[in-house]
């Protein structure tokens, strides 16, 4: 197995104590193992899974060429170019109805969307084009060419393509996809389980009264909420005190039951608590100094118990914190590990309301409010107060303004990047 040393030797620059955000992200890709078991599910219950094979069209969908329009099949070859073209109705296509016989030159046949075209028909005049009477139909010159609102068999997806590729999350269009293929059942990865506790002795649970000097564990209801969108297995630990047994007792249940465990707190340089400690025991385990803001302190590394590993993400204790470095670094691990091929998240460009002092050497992750300005662009305003404790920053806000690691302060109107938090599927 490789060690933390071998990877940090192929992260280029690596500096524990300064590492900017793009460094730490690919160590933790190296990092990170994936599972490999697949279940089959029926497509309803894939929904947000991770593909575990390709999948090969076994029909061409549609099947047959077929109709775009309610109309007329005809010959492309029969139209005039100049006048306009007479021919004789033969019958009717329905949708579902098998192919009809022959249809001659100088005849059609009225057809419905979705019906199969005889063979030799090539066009579709939509009806509201044409004069019928006595079965007969005159179509005038001009109006449709050869080719015209016919779907070609395959066009959807053709027979021994690879319509969807492994390591693909399914998003609404592939399981309909799925379904037009004829697939009921589909092969995915295993969930992740994932494990997550929050480490502090001022930490009180909701329902617990709150002694003076203690506060709610926000970080465990946050990192919940995010993992759920994530579709893991939850291993919910609860809080843990600061007490080397109970950390013991806490890191190695995660090791032997979950894939991954996150914390919160007790990771920063200087801290009091013995969470670093029983983390650097129980494995290997780096703290981090990571050149950003907010989210500064991480511990990361594998554990182990009883024969068994999980991957360790010590995320820092300030509620904000927790969340930046969630989506900065753990988001991606977790979908890696899963089997999911991540795609990058797409990114806005919007012009900053307001000037915003920043230091070139750290990145930095301001919650910001994007909205359209009176012209219909993108602008974006920073929420509040951006202490990294204050989480309403994080709750007000609807994307997360990226200041990139080289990037100086920003005046009022230039554009930044701002990675919004709602999408479409
Ligand atoms: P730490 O990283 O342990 O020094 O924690 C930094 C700050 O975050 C302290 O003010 C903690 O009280 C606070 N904090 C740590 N864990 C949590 C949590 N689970 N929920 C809310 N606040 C927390
Ligand atoms: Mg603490």
Request: hydrophobic share 45%.
């Amino acid at each position: 197995m490789t060690t933390l040393a071998d990877i940090a030797s192929c992260v280029s620059g690596y500096d524990p104590n300064a590492l900017p955000v793009a460094q730490a992200q690919d160590f933790i890709s190296r990092l990170v193992p994936q599972v490999d078991a697949a279940e089959s599910l029926p497509i309803r219950s894939a929904l947000g899974r991770v593909l575990a094979h390709d999948v090969v069209s076994a029909i061409d969908v549609p099947a047959h060429d077929n109709s775009a329009m309610d109309g007329y099949a005809l010959r492309g070859s029969d139209l005039l170019v100049d006048a306009p073209t007479a021919l004789d109705v033969v019958g009717t296509g329905f949708a579902g109805d098998s192919a009809v016989g022959e249809v001659l030159a100088g005849q059609c046949l009225r057809i419905m969307t979705g019906a199969v075209m005889p063979a030799g028909l090539d066009t579709v005049v939509p009806q509201e084009f044409v004069e019928a009477n006595d079965g007969k139909v005159v179509i005038p010159s001009g109006i449709v060419r050869p080719g015209d609102n016919r779907r070609r068999a395959g066009e959807d997806l053709a027979a021994g393509e690879a319509v969807l590729h492994a390591g693909r999350v399914l998003r609404p269009a592939d399981i309909g996809m799925l379904a037009s293929l004829g697939q009921a059942e589909v092969r995915v990865r295993r969930r992740l389980r994932v494990a997550f506790f929050s480490t502090g002795n001022e930490l009180r649970s909701v329902g617990e009264t709150l002694p003076p000097g203690c506060v709610y564990d926000s970080n465990r209801y946050t990192l919940w909420a995010m993992l759920q969108r994530l579709n893991v297995d939850l291993l919910d630990m609860g809080v843990v005190r600061d007490d080397p047994p109970a950390l013991e007792a806490a890191f190695r249940h995660a090791a032997e039951n979950a894939d991954a465990v996150i914390t919160s707190g007790g990771v920063s340089v200087g801290e009091a608590d013995h969470t670093k400690q029983v983390m650097a025991e129980l494995g290997d385990v780096l703290f981090w100094r990571i050149a950003m803001r907010p989210g500064r302190p991480m511990a990361i590394g594998r554990i182990e118990s009883g024969g068994h590993a999980a991957i360790l993400f010590g995320l820092p204790g300030n509620p904000v914190a927790v969340m930046v470095t969630f989506y900065a670094f753990v988001r991606e691990a977790l979908l890696k590990m899963g089997g999911a091929v991540p795609q990058p998240l797409p990114m806005l460009r919007a012009a900053s309301v307001k000037a915003m002092r920043k230091k070139p050497g750290r990145t930095e992750y301001q919650r910001g409010v994007v909205s359209r300005a009176t012209d219909g662009s993108w602008q974006v305003e920073i929420t509040g107060s951006q202490g990294s404790g204050i989480l309403r920053s994080m709750s007000e806000a609807n994307g997360l303004v990226v200041l990139h690691h080289e990037q100086g302060s920003v005046e009022a109107g230039e554009l930044v990047d701002v990675l919004p938090f709602d999408g479409l599927v």
